[in-house]
């Protein structure tokens, strides 16, 4: 019989290479229950990383409602015309009322009648000086335009910060322009303008400036002054002065965002629990019979123990928070909108901060034992030992794989040598064959 393998052709040859197929087939039995072990080994590291995403987002819903109980107020004011109020994070809530009595204006100069008439503020300037005088309230202040241009004039006070606005304004007429340099104090009050070169002063003041006063509920008796519209009315609380007049101002914390905040926690935190009971039971995924869906579960659980010394809310419950049968999440909504509405500052205080105490941290520090970037976590340390796993499989078995082949390459010229010879004893017993045969029949003749 002949072989695609062995060069010989004998009888054998078949018989050869079955020899060759069972050998290497028994020795490849433990390369098998190898890679069946490492489909295993994947299995269980992508439903660890399903369960890391879950908890994943599920610390992100928890961040969220962090950075919610530390936001700022939200400003409501009774005449929205009055000012423009911001609150920064940390603010505590309040009722105010602000009074705007006076918006205050600006000092103002023009550059001096009977000057160089500019037409081309690109080209032409009040000035052919290299170094011009700014002086700010007394205090003198030398600047170096382009010799030239009026529009230089203006960006290189602007660039000395001096606190005086400089800009370039037509007071002529469109067929006939009039270019002026035009100066405006950069804060309110009585600020004294005036611009100079070595033929004397190039500037009028036309308007000093005054203050803007204001009283915060009605004091002091003669009015805060203030050489900005934007003041400060409360810690962390900043009022932009718009127009004459008085605001209420109520500073509160926004509950429809927190409500909002704590939803997602609960849609993230019943994601991990139904991704959880997918590897419990008989019929359970990669994880069923590890500890790990276990201590996962507990840690969902312990969640929701925190408990505080509050006499108005004291644990989870009393914000609409509670686990049913099956270990999901619920929340009532409206008996957290009725808790806040009530107790806010109570709400605020229970919640507490991640950092800070209270009901959060408490919640980090548990999520911590699953998922702990530092190490420790359950979850954490069970993807990190899987990937190690999953390493020492592959090399294994890429070891194993050279075995065999070492093994059935040798056999394969082992046989290939026994076919050739066997082979060749065949071809010289059918000559000797053939020689018996041609001498018998001649013998016979």
Same mark, same amino acid.
């Given at each position: ?13 078949? #018989? ?68 423009? &109020?911001?609150? *920064? ?7 105010? $009322? ?21 037409? #081309? ?5 009040? +000035? ?7 002086? /700010?309230?007394? /205090? ?17 006070? $602007?660039?000395?910060?001096?606190? &005086? ?82 605001? #209420? ?6 509950? +429809?965002?927190?409500?909002?905040? @704590? ?8 994601? *991990? ?43 989870? *419950? ?103 010879? @066997? ?23």
């Amino acid at each position: 019989m002949s072989s695609t393998i062995f060069s010989g052709n004998s009888r054998y040859a078949s #018989d050869f290479q079955s020899i060759i197929d069972r050998s290497v087939a028994i020795a490849s039995l433990p390369l098998t229950q190898l890679q069946e072990q490492r489909s295993n080994t994947a299995s269980e590291q992508t439903a660890i990383s399903s369960l890391s995403t879950k908890f994943s987002a599920l610390r992100t819903a928890l961040d969220n409602i962090d950075s919610s109980t530390t936001a700022a107020p939200t400003a409501t004011l009774s005449e929205s015309s009055v000012a423009r &109020v911001t609150a *920064a994070s940390g603010s505590l809530p309040a009722e105010m $009322n602000l009074e705007v009595i006076n918006l205050g204006s600006y000092s103002t100069a023009l550059s001096k009648d009977g000057l160089t008439t500019i037409t #081309d503020p690109t080209a032409q300037s009040i +000035t052919a000086d290299t170094v011009v005088t700014l002086t /700010v309230n007394g /205090v003198p202040m030398e600047i170096l335009p382009p010799v030239g241009s009026l529009n230089a004039l203006a960006q290189a006070i $602007n660039e000395k910060g001096a606190g &005086v606005q400089a800009s370039v304004v037509n007071i002529g007429s469109p067929t006939a322009p009039d270019y002026r340099l035009a100066l405006r104090s950069s804060d309110l009050g009585a600020v004294t303008i005036d611009l100079s070169d070595s033929t004397g002063s190039l500037a009028t003041q036309y308007a000093t400036g005054t203050n803007a006063q204001y009283k915060v509920n009605g004091f002091p008796a003669t009015a805060v002054e203030s050489n900005s519209r934007k003041v400060t009315i409360a810690p962390g609380v900043t009022a932009e002065l718009v127009a004459v007049g008085s605001t #209420d101002i109520s500073l509160a914390m926004d509950g +429809t965002k927190l409500q909002d905040y @704590i939803s997602a926690f609960v849609t993230a935190f019943n994601a *991990a629990a139904t991704e959880i009971d997918t590897h419990r039971g008989e019929a359970g995924g990669a994880l069923s019979g590890q500890s790990l869906p276990t201590e996962l579960g507990a840690a969902l659980r312990q969640l929701m123990k925190y408990e505080s010394s509050g006499s108005v809310i004291s644990n989870p *419950a009393d914000l609409g928070l509670s686990l049913d049968k099956q270990g999901q999440l619920q929340f009532d909504t409206s008996t957290f909108a009725t808790a806040f509405a009530d107790h806010p500052d109570v709400v605020r205080s229970f919640m507490g901060g991640e950092s800070s105490g209270g009901f959060l941290q408490s919640m980090k520090s548990t999520l911590d034992t699953v998922d702990g970037l530092s190490g420790g976590g359950v979850l954490t340390d069970a993807s990190t030992q899987v990937a190690k796993t999953l390493a020492t499989e592959d090399n294994q078995i890429a070891e194993m794989q050279t075995r065999i082949d070492v093994m059935s390459t040798n056999l394969k010229e082992r046989m290939s040598a026994a076919d050739a010879a @066997i082979a060749l004893l065949e071809q010289q017993v059918t000559l000797i064959t053939g020689l018996f045969d041609a001498n018998n029949s001649s013998s016979s003749n």
